[in-house]
């Protein structure tokens, strides 16, 4: 009896051993998402992705959380103090309130974020300078000239004068993005037409009101306006103007095109600095990082329904095309 029970409580021990060792061994990242819509969902993905193809596999070495903050500042900040409280080994903000919540307890050293989906870091207070910045922060922005972009535009409506704008004042990523548009948009005389939103509620009636004023109406990266997209969308055929976003992979769900960057890639990269900083890389010495291109994305559906004649140099240029429903990768 007296050697069984040896024999029980050294494999106990050894057992013990084992779950401590592989509790040790498991990273801790986590995710706080502002908000669900197409363009952030495929950034996780990538996050989710990537790390599995640099060798961290969920529930065997790797304890990988996303919650989403529904639109909700205050929401995004008690899942972020949740986060640094679970001691995360890095906890990520995708999209710009989830990520400056998360800020000051990077500052303090309690925690290595990594961002993901930020148009102007700088601007947004997540770091000091775009290298080096020493705040226990960095990761990717998906900042794209907005120049190109308003040029696809007039290439798809020569006649468009007035371009109709929806953003939420509160979000940093949102003004800088207003802002670049109002330098860019007079250079090819274009009068840029606005509507704040606070609120994903307030989405419709500002988008009916644009779709009455405006030749067209373009979303540029508004979390607030994403969320509530389909809205923007059916306002802009009732009136028959075409929706352009930033984000192409929200051009499925309605809008006529989007010229940005690939978001599932941005979040393959975002995984990338994860990765790096779970195996000893220093934080403060990978700089925030740019997508790498953009790719034209257009909705021959929605075209149809609206009445407009794609030009032959649009359909070309285009990396996905979608329609009856589909989407089709041509380059």
Do not use: C
Not at 150 to 161: A, N, R
Request: aromatic fraction near 4%.
């Amino acid at each position: 009896m007296k050697k069984l029970l040896a024999v029980v409580l050294s494999a106990a021990l050894a057992t013990g051993l084992t779950g401590a060792a592989f509790a040790a061994d498991m990273k801790k990242v986590y995710v706080n998402q502002i908000v669900e819509h197409p363009a952030l969902d495929m950034t996780a993905k990538g996050i989710r992705d990537g790390l599995k193809e640099r060798g961290y596999v969920e529930g065997e070495n790797l304890d990988f959380v996303i919650e989403s903050a529904q639109a909700n500042v205050a929401l995004a900040s008690q899942i972020s103090t949740k986060f640094v409280a679970q001691n995360a080994d890095v906890t990520v903000g995708i999209g710009t309130p989830s990520a400056q919540s998360l800020v000051k307890a990077a500052m303090d050293g309690k925690t290595k974020m990594v961002f993901s989906s930020i148009t102007d870091p700088l601007a947004a207070s997540l770091v000091k300078s775009l290298e080096n910045s020493n705040t226990n922060v960095t990761g990717m922005s998906n900042f794209v000239e907005v120049a190109p972009q308003l040029e696809m535009f007039k290439t798809v409506l020569p006649e468009m004068k007035k371009l109709g704008f929806i953003y939420n004042p509160g979000e940093a990523n949102s003004i800088s993005q207003l802002e670049d548009l109002q330098k860019a948009a007079p250079q090819l005389g274009i009068e840029v037409i606005t509507q704040a939103v606070n609120r994903t509620a307030d989405v419709p009636q500002a988008a009916t009101r644009l779709a009455s004023q405006a030749d067209a109406i373009f979303i540029y990266g508004d979390n607030t306006a994403l969320a509530a997209l389909e809205s923007i969308v059916i306002a802009g055929i009732k009136q028959g103007k075409p929706v352009f976003v930033a984000d192409t992979d929200a051009v499925p769900s309605g809008p006529l095109a989007a010229l940005g960057p690939n978001q599932y890639q941005l979040g393959i990269d975002t995984a990338a600095m994860i990765a790096d900083i779970l195996e000893g890389t220093d934080i403060n010495a990978i700089p925030v990082g740019f997508p790498g291109k953009t790719e034209l994305v257009i909705n021959l559906d929605s075209a149809k329904k609206l009445g407009i004649e794609l030009p032959a140099t649009i359909i070309d240029s285009a990396a996905v095309i979608i329609e009856d429903g589909q989407a089709r990768t041509v380059k």
